[in-house]
């Protein structure tokens, strides 16, 4: 049975399913996103446009949450030349929006499908069979997770009206690209990859 040991590590690293990981990790990023829509339409206590007269939509509310369950803050800045505006904030969404849902619920959604979108990619993709190869293979979810996120911190800026201040609200950048980019699909696809290692036998 061949092993990593058979390539080096530079073969390994080329024969890395990357094209596989960047579609799964696309795809669980989307897949995310509308399971946390989901809950909250689910969740008795959440309602939709209660910020919508300050200038926040329905997918800027999904946004913000789901990616503060990756425990990426949301930056809440004064918008330029409002001096009216407070000082910059950074919030965890999930922690202070009034949900009926317990906040476990929505940390789980990422770490479920991270680790899912692993267990596909190392199962499909055959060409090694160490438990090595596997937790790498995982890992290049992140190859589609991170470009999605980086986008995100544009796409989930708006302005928001908080009394007669006026700010602007999107993803942090650094918390963002380091924790929703890198670390949860690194650590959780790769993960991923080890149970499909385990699974395989």
């Given amino acids: 049975m061949a092993t990593d040991s058979a390539y080096g590590p530079g073969k390994l690293v080329e024969r890395l399913p990357v094209t596989s990981g960047a579609v799964a990790g696309m795809v669980t990023h989307f897949a995310g996103l509308v399971a946390t829509y989901v809950l ?28 503060s369950a ?4 949301i930056e809440r800045r004064p918008s330029f030349g409002d001096v009216g505006g407070a000082g910059t904030e950074r ?14 619920v929505f940390y789980a959604v990422p770490v479920a499908l991270l ?13 090694e069979s160490s438990t090595k190869a596997h937790a790498l293979a995982g890992a290049t ?4 997770y991170f470009p999605l996120a ?8 708006t302005r928001v009206g908080v009394g007669d201040a006026a ?35």
Avoid: K
């Fill in 40 to 67: 909250l339409v689910a969740d008795s206590e959440f309602e939709f446009g209660v910020s919508r007269a300050q200038g926040v939509g329905t997918v800027d509310e999904v946004g913000w949450l789901f990616f």
């Fill in 150 to 157: 980086a986008i995100g911190v544009l796409l989930f800026e």
């Fill in 167 to 201: 700010f602007t609200q999107s993803p942090e950048l650094s918390s963002t690209l380091l924790l929703v980019g890198l670390a949860y699909p690194l650590c959780f696809g790769g993960l991923g990859g080890l149970l499909a290692a385990q699974l395989r036998g």
């Fill in 141 to 144: 979810v992140a190859v589609g």
């Fill in 91 to 104: 919030l965890n969404l999930v922690a202070e929006t009034a949900t009926g849902l317990p906040d476990p």
């Fill in 70 to 73: 990756h425990f990426a803050r």
């Fill in 115 to 127: 680790i899912a979108g692993g267990v596909v990619v190392s199962m499909r993709e055959l060409w």
